[in-house]
Structures are given as C-alpha cells and as structure tokens.
C-alpha cells in the first residue's frame, strides 16, 4: 500500500519497503519517505475527463529500516539519499539523529523541506513550500504506520511490498555472497515455477 500526498508540483509517498544488501545478503525493511516531481501531462479528453497523474522523477528518500537481525525499534539502518542523479539516489546519508528519534527527524525534515540536516532544501516552487509542513503530522502518522517493528513476518512483509516482487528478484540476482542469503525469509518474493500441463 501507498500513501501517496501530492501537492501542486510534487508528491510526498510514504510505503513500507524491504531490501537485501547485495555485499552481505543482510536485509533491512522500514519505512521508505521519498519526495517525487509530478510530472505534467497533456490534457486528455474534455473538461470533465479525468487526467493523468504521474509521480516521476525522484528528490529525495528516507529508508527509516531496521536490519531484521537486529532487535525491532533499534533503527540501526535507517539512512537516508538527499539527492538522486536521474532515478538513482546518492549514497546513503547517516545522521545519529535519524537513528536516535525517526520520527522527529522525519518531522524536521518535513517541516525544513529536507534541510534540517544541513542539506539544501527541496527544489520546489513557493506554493508547495508553502503547503508542505502544514501536511507534516499527517506524513510522519503514514511513515508511523508502515514502521518496521509493525512488520513481524515474512508474508506480513510480502504482503506490504509484494508489488516490488521483481525488485526483490533483482536483489537475489546481483548477491554477491548468495550463500548467505535467508531463503525461508525471502520465499515469498521467489519466482515461482510455473505448472505444466
């Protein structure tokens, strides 16, 4: 599930997400905050019609992830990417604070428009800098909702992100040591063999 706050230009999502470090085959899973540009599209049909939203190019992420080998809380991997090249984030971004308290991070950030940590602002015009905070309760209450110790099992978490199932199959591909992967864990994103008749 989405929770998805667009504004004039932009959108906040908030999900839950699950990951596999591709190094260490560890996995992480939390909740994933990532500002997106709504992307103009062309009017289609009348003046009635419904028209075409499209959350596009990423900003900024905030991955508020526990490592499932740690105890559910400890926010031991949360981190977050406050810039991408095209779709493609920048490397992690740790701030002690983040791990400390997320949820008034995330408050902070909101209200800051990503500046709190000391990074540039979000690129975004006056009107939704101006409309931004005042959604800031209701945003950190979706990234509550999706916490990772609200997550107790693997078909919990399949079911939360089981339209990221290729993603997840992307992550199995790329392990550089599969050998250490939890294969109970990850069992509901596997392939499954299709039935021949």
């Known amino acids: 599930m989405l929770h998805m ?4 230009r932009h959108a906040i999502i908030v999900r839950h997400w699950f990951e596999i470090n ?5 996995m992480e899973h939390g909740a994933r905050v990532e500002l997106r540009e709504l992307k103009p599209q ?43 090249t095209g ?3 920048w490397s ?8 400390a308290d997320p949820w008034r991070w995330l408050r902070r950030q909101v209200e800051s428009l990503g500046a709190a940590s000391g990074d540039e602002p979000w690129p975004m015009g006056a009107t939704d800098a101006a409309d931004v905070p005042c959604y800031t ?4 209450a ?13 078909e919990q978490c399949f079911q939360l992100t089981q339209d ?10 790329f392990l550089e040591r599969p050998d250490l992967l939890d294969r109970g864990w990850v069992a509901p994103w596997m392939p499954h063999p299709t039935s021949e008749t």
Request: aromatic content about 8%; glycine content about 4%; charged content about 25%.
């Open 5 to 8: 706050f667009g504004f004039s």
């Open 42 to 84: 062309p009017h289609r049909g009348s003046e009635s019609a419904a028209q075409m939203i499209t959350a596009d190019r990423p900003l900024w992420r905030a991955d508020l992830f526990d490592k499932l080998s740690d105890p559910p809380g400890s926010f031991a991997a949360a981190h977050y990417h406050p810039r991408f």
């Open 92 to 99: 992690r971004a740790w701030d002690p604070e983040l791990t």
């Open 137 to 140: 309760d209701q945003v950190v």
């Open 87 to 89: 779709n493609e984030p």
């Open 142 to 154: 979706a990234a509550r909702s999706v916490a990772p110790e609200l997550c107790v099992s693997a």
């Open 164 to 173: 990221a199932r290729e993603t997840v199959q992307l992550m199995m591909k």
């Open 22 to 26: 591709l190094g260490d085959a560890s």
